[in-house]
């Protein structure tokens, strides 16, 4: 879907109605650095859906109603990510402190109300 869009730095799909991302849907980014996924119906992210995102510094998941399960593996490979927007009532303190070891203490976790 995106393969032409190598060179694409920055992508606003939000309010599109999107409830699933898929392995590897946005591999073919190799130079995106900032996704908004905010205010779509997401449900479910599987675990390779970032993959080969390398260089994205910055993603918005917040306001997907539906979306409540959040773990580690659907952020792997996102080195450089250092901002990172969600709605309260997904990730408690725990969580919090594991993305903090994963990405290190440059990451910004903005939490909004829903």
């Known amino acids: 879907m995106f393969a032409p869009l190598k060179q694409l730095e920055e992508l606003d799909i939000s309010s599109n109605k999107i409830n699933s991302l898929v392995n590897g849907v946005f591999s073919h980014l190799v130079s995106l650095r900032k996704l ?20 994205m510094i910055e993603l918005d998941i917040s306001f997907n109603a539906n979306f409540r ?35 290190g203490d440059t990451l910004r976790i903005e939490i909004r109300e829903r």
């Open 36 to 55: 908004d996924l905010s205010s779509n119906e997401i449900e479910n992210i599987e675990n390779d859906a970032f993959y080969g995102l390398k260089n």
């Open 69 to 103: 399960n959040i773990c580690l593996d659907m952020f792997r490979g996102l080195f450089r990510l250092n901002k990172f927007h969600i709605c309260n009532g997904i990730m408690d303190s725990d969580k919090i402190k594991e993305f903090k070891e994963l990405f």
